[in-house]
């Protein structure tokens, strides 16, 4: 039966028919790489490079200090689950009690949850298209089929409200958002998730709104489906401490959704992972409710590294990027090359040594992209930029 499972799960992975590159997969490849001596300018990865700021640091490590070792709550600490809860009521002013909200090891782990929750084989899920790649292999997991919801370059990497509609049928179970999204730096409107929500409602279906980059925001301004009068029962937010703090390696994010699905998430989480680390908790209580200087000096940066890598990008030909408005990846246009996403990326590595992800592995209207993260420092990006102009200058 394990061999069964582990065979169908590399069919959900081996989608399109091509090589799935996801960011490890070519975190993978790079150290190979680096091992024969050659030098990798790294844009695959949606890590900050900054560290973890200082008082946050002090206080998972007076937290080890004072004992904070042993087991916590499944369902997260008390203490966690209310600076969230506040922290959620009023950024998204609504009405949020700590027993909604669920302390998990890092936001893939909510994905996973609500579709064990809520899927079964023969539901389906409309999914932003190209979007996070989890939310379609953890779906086809559960039997479920997933329905792509187009976001055009011609649109803003927005989607067509109308054709958004059509896409309901009575085997819609969920619908995904990823708002600022995730690869193209999107950002829904609130026009965009009132058609969402209007559907959700008349239709009964839960939407899972994935809004852990809502802190990096450059354009406009972020706002939550949840906050929708009628949506707060039928949504769950996943948002948690990795983009927003530089706290990838914590592994501590969290979901917020009615009382039910939290009893669920939480009996999931005591089968699976027990609980979250009681020292990383602790740390995260000071990331909501100690000073945000640290988190606004790294938005200042984000930008000023958006605008040199958009504007780069642009300036070489053969590649149109858009302006993001929010996360920290641009998604450029590399079509003009007449070469795939994947043989694109794996060029770039091999020619160029820059490592990106191709636009594929975020599905198929992702085709004809690449991702690159400007998560690294200014220098790093300059010398990308320089290098991906004289590895396309060979195949203009």
């Not at 024969?36 to 844009?43: M, V, W, Y």
């Not at 379609?136 to 011609?154: C, I, N, Q, S």
């Not at 450029?332 to 040594?353: D, Q, R």
Request: aromatic letters at 10%; hydrophobic letters at 40%; glycine letters at 8%.
């Amino acid at each position: 039966m394990n061999k069964e499972l582990s065979e169908f799960s590399e069919r959900v992975m081996a989608k399109r028919g091509v090589e799935f590159i996801t960011p490890l997969d070519m975190k993978v490849k790079t150290r190979a790489l680096e091992k024969e001596g050659r030098s990798i300018i790294h844009l695959e990865i949606g890590e900050p490079d900054f560290d973890t700021p200082e008082n946050i640091k002090k206080a998972g490590i007076t937290a080890i200090q004072e004992g904070y070792t042993h087991y916590a709550p499944s369902q997260g600490l008390p203490e966690l689950r209310e600076a969230a809860a506040s922290y959620i009521s009023t950024t998204r002013e609504i009405d949020v009690s700590p027993d909604e909200v669920v302390i998990t090891p890092g936001g893939k782990d909510v994905i996973f949850y609500s579709m064990m929750a809520l899927l079964k084989s023969g539901d389906e899920v409309i999914a932003q298209n190209p979007g996070y790649y989890p939310y379609e292999t953890d779906a086809k997991l559960f039997g479920a089929g997933v329905v792509p919801l187009p976001l055009l370059e011609e649109n803003d990497f927005s989607f067509d409200r109308e054709q958004f509609k059509k896409l309901i049928t009575p085997k819609t179970k969920l619908i995904t958002i990823i708002s600022p999204a995730n690869p193209t730096g999107n950002i829904f409107s609130q026009e965009d998730l009132e058609v969402i929500a209007e559907e959700a409602i008349k239709n009964d279906i839960y939407v899972l709104s994935d809004e852990i980059y809502s802190r990096i925001v450059y354009e406009g301004e972020f706002r939550s489906i949840a906050s929708i009068p009628g949506m707060k029962e039928r949504t769950i937010i996943l948002d948690g401490f990795s983009k927003t703090y530089a706290m990838t390696g914590w592994r501590l994010g969290y979901s917020v959704s009615n009382k039910t699905l939290a009893k669920i998430f939480n009996k999931f989480l005591v089968s699976s992972n027990s609980c979250v680390a009681t020292f990383t908790q602790i740390a995260g209580i000071e990331a909501l409710t100690g000073p945000q200087d640290a988190v606004e000096k790294m938005n200042a940066e984000y930008r000023k590294r958006k605008n040199l890598v958009v504007k780069g990008l642009n300036e070489i030909n053969g590649i149109s990027c858009r302006m993001p408005k929010g996360a920290f990846y641009a998604f450029p246009n590399i079509k003009k090359f007449g070469m795939g996403s994947n043989e694109f990326a794996l060029y770039l590595l091999n020619e160029a040594g820059v490592a990106v992800i191709p636009g594929s592995t975020f599905g198929e209207m992702g085709e004809g992209y690449i991702r690159i993260s400007y998560a690294t420092s200014m220098d790093n990006l300059e010398e990308a930029l320089n290098r991906i102009k004289k590895a396309t200058e060979k195949i203009s």
